[in-house]
């Protein structure tokens, strides 16, 4: 076999697969599900699909139960009520309500993969989010959210941090 | 006898990859997966090679088959095979457990890494067949034939 034939092999083979890879991008470009030219691998895509959760306004058709002050009260001391903050990790650190579990809306793909084991034993289980207060709708989308992922007790404090605060209750620093 | 041993060769690779192509096309994004198993190429080339991967085999298979562009289809099958063996040498090596999607999804396993290995050897030795003896009729130069006459 001469050099030669060789390298017109190698440029037959070269030819096959140029055209193969325009064969490869036209069938993805036509597939019901094409995948991404840039591979984000399962945890990637999930997160990133999570995040897309609460990126949209509140959603209005999508309503959450709402508590008091006294009633968030009762649920912070009752050790089967998870308590989440959905206010971002810089917050979070500063202060937060005792028992509080942060599931920021701002990280809220991340925070959610991090703490995914332990969420999924809590699809049934009570849940109540908060986050600053007054005008912030946080709690709204992270609770809106975890509806929306098949959480079916989930219910938010609007009050919020600066209610919990106003009223002198105890608070935890990180 | 060693001609028709060759053409059976040569069709029976053709066909394994025809086959194994359209397996990995039914399903890109779990083929990117088993790439990405791999953990050798950058993550930009992961999604390209799962979707140029499966037609080359196809379009190299029925090459093969049909007995049209014989040694351009076998060189690119020979160099995938390669490729593919170093790969699943390398994951061995670096005690990865992964499944290399090579004829479809199955569970990773070291045990299964090993008969892939082997199973690609085999194909390797059929296809470097198919590029050099693989040719119907058989190869016989027009020099040879005129000088016969």
Redesign the interface.
């Known amino acids: 076999?001469s050099g030669a034939?060789l390298g017109?092999?190698?440029?037959?083979?070269i030819?096959?697969?140029i055209?193969?890879?325009i064969?490869?991008?036209a069938?993805?470009r036509f597939?019901p599900?094409p995948?991404?030219?840039?591979?984000q691998?399962?945890d990637q895509q999930l997160q990133a699909e999570l995040s897309q959760l609460v990126n949209g306004p509140p959603l209005d058709s999508f309503p959450v139960e709402t508590i008091s002050l006294d009633q968030f009260r009762v649920a912070v001391a009752d050790k089967g009520v998870t308590i989440l903050d959905a206010r971002a990790a810089t917050y979070f650190d500063r202060g937060h309500v005792p028992r509080a579990i942060n599931l920021s809306r701002q990280d809220f793909g991340h925070d959610y993969m991090r703490l995914r084991p332990m969420l999924e034993t809590l699809k049934n289980k009570p849940i109540v989010v908060y986050c600053a207060g007054g005008a912030c709708h946080d709690s709204k989308m992270v609770a809106q959210a975890l509806t929306a992922l098949g959480f079916t007790q989930v219910r938010i404090y609007p009050g919020g941090w600066d209610g919990w605060t106003a009223a002198g209750l105890p608070v935890v620093h990180s | 006898m060693v001609k028709w041993l060759a053409l059976a060769i040569r069709i029976a690779i053709g066909a394994a990859f025809v086959y194994a192509g359209i397996i990995k096309l039914q399903d890109p994004s779990e083929f990117a997966i088993n790439i990405a198993s791999f953990q050798i190429l950058p993550n930009f080339l992961i999604s390209p090679m799962a979707l140029a991967l499966p037609p080359f085999e196809i379009i190299c298979g029925a090459l093969l088959i049909a007995g049209v562009w014989r040694r351009a289809a076998a060189l690119g099958i020979v160099v995938l095979l390669t490729v593919f063996l170093i790969a699943i040498a390398a994951a061995l090596a670096r005690g990865l457990t992964i499944d290399c999607g090579c004829f479809g999804t199955g569970t990773p396993s070291r045990a299964r890494m090993w008969l892939d290995l082997g199973r690609d050897a085999l194909l390797l030795g059929g296809a470097l067949i198919a590029y050099g003896y693989g040719g119907y009729p058989p190869v016989r130069s027009s020099r040879t034939l005129a000088s016969a006459a």
């Not at chain 1, 017109?8 to 083979?13: Q, R, S, V």
């Not at chain 1, 995948?35 to 591979?39: D, F, K």
């Open positions: 076999m034939q017109k092999d190698f440029l037959g083979m030819g096959l697969a055209l193969a890879t064969c490869g991008l069938l993805n597939r599900n995948i991404s030219l840039v591979y691998s399962p």
